[in-house]
C-alpha cells in the first residue's frame, strides 16, 4: 500500500511533506507534517499541539529538543499518539506510536524570541514513524513523486495475491 | 459511514495542503516571515506570531478543525530544523 508524500519545490528549497489527521481523543484534527530524514524522532509541533488542545499534563517529560530552533524546546511523550494516513487508493491506515510533543505550557514561560521561533517549526515526521510503522521512504526528484510504502508482512501478501 | 467522513477531512486537508504549495511564492511575496490562517483555500488571517493569528481567528468564530496554520518564511531564508 502507498501514501503520497507532496514533493515541494520552491528556488530555494525543497521539502517532503505528510498529510495526517490526529486522532488523539479531545484532539481530532490536521496536521501537515515535513519528512526530516535527519530527525530520529517524530514531534508535534508547538502550533499543531497547541491548535489541537493536546493535552500532555499526564504525559511523561521528555528529552528537551535540541537542534530544533533556537536553543532547547521542552517536549513530553505521549506513549501511543493515533494518526491516520490516507493511500493512494483512499484507504485509511490507523497508526499508534509513541510520539514527542512540544511542551507548549512550558515553552510560553520561556523569552518572546524563542516562543516565537519555536512556533515557525512545523510538525515532523523522524525515522522513528518509518521504523515503527513499517514503512518504506520513497523519494524520486527525476520522477517528481515521493511515497510511503507499507511494508508489513500483511500488505505485502495483499501485494502478492 | 465514519471512513466516509475521515476521507472528507483528508480531502479538505489535502485542498489546503495543495494551495499552500501551488500558491507558495505569492504567499512568500505576501506574507514572507509571517504566520497564516488557510480555509477553504483562502488566506483568513496573517500576523508575525503564532498567538496573533490564533486570536484573529477567534474573532473570526473560525472553526480550527478546517484550518491550516504554517509559517512563510520570508524570500532569500531556508530553514533547516
Not at chain 1, 517532503?16 to 484532539?27: C, T
Not at chain 1, 511542551?103 to 515503527?132: C, E, K, M, S, W
Not at chain 2, 466516509?4 to 516571515?33: C, H, I, M, P, W
Request: avoid cysteine; hydrophobic fraction near 40%; glycine fraction near 4%.
Amino acid at each position: 500500500m502507498r501514501f503520497n508524500l507532496e514533493l515541494i519545490k520552491t528556488p530555494e528549497s525543497e521539502r517532503v511533506r505528510l498529510n495526517l489527521i490526529s486522532r488523539q481523543p479531545h484532539s481530532y484534527g490536521n496536521i501537515i507534517a515535513v519528512v526530516d530524514t535527519g530527525s530520529p524522532k517524530t514531534v508535534i509541533s508547538a502550533r499543531d499541539a497547541s491548535l489541537l488542545k493536546i493535552s500532555v499534563d499526564k504525559s511523561a517529560k521528555s528529552s528537551p529538543l535540541i537542534g530544533f530552533g533556537r536553543g532547547t524546546i521542552p517536549a513530553r511523550q505521549i506513549s501511543q499518539f493515533k494518526f491516520l494516513i490516507k493511500s493512494a487508493d483512499n484507504q485509511i491506515k490507523s497508526l499508534e506510536m509513541p510520539t514527542d510533543i512540544v511542551d507548549i505550557i512550558a515553552l510560553n514561560t520561556l523569552g518572546r524570541d524563542h516562543v516565537i521561533q519555536a512556533y515557525q517549526i512545523p510538525t515532523i515526521i523522524g525515522l522513528d514513524f518509518l521504523r515503527v510503522n513499517k514503512l518504506k521512504l520513497v523519494i524520486d526528484f527525476e520522477g517528481d513523486s515521493a511515497y510511503l510504502e507499507d511494508i508489513t508482512p500483511d500488505s505485502l501478501n495483499q501485494a502478492l495475491n | 459511514m465514519e471512513s466516509q467522513q475521515v476521507l472528507r477531512e483528508f480531502k479538505t486537508l489535502e485542498a489546503g495542503s495543495a494551495f499552500l504549495s501551488n500558491k507558495f511564492l505569492d504567499l512568500q511575496n505576501r506574507y514572507g516571515d509571517q504566520f497564516i490562517a488557510i480555509k477553504e483555500s483562502k488566506v483568513v488571517a496573517h500576523a508575525p506570531s503564532f498567538d496573533q493569528v490564533k486570536d484573529k481567528i477567534h474573532e473570526q468564530k473560525l472553526g480550527i478543525k478546517e484550518l491550516i496554520i504554517e509559517f512563510i518564511p520570508a524570500k532569500g531564508k531556508i530553514i533547516l530544523y
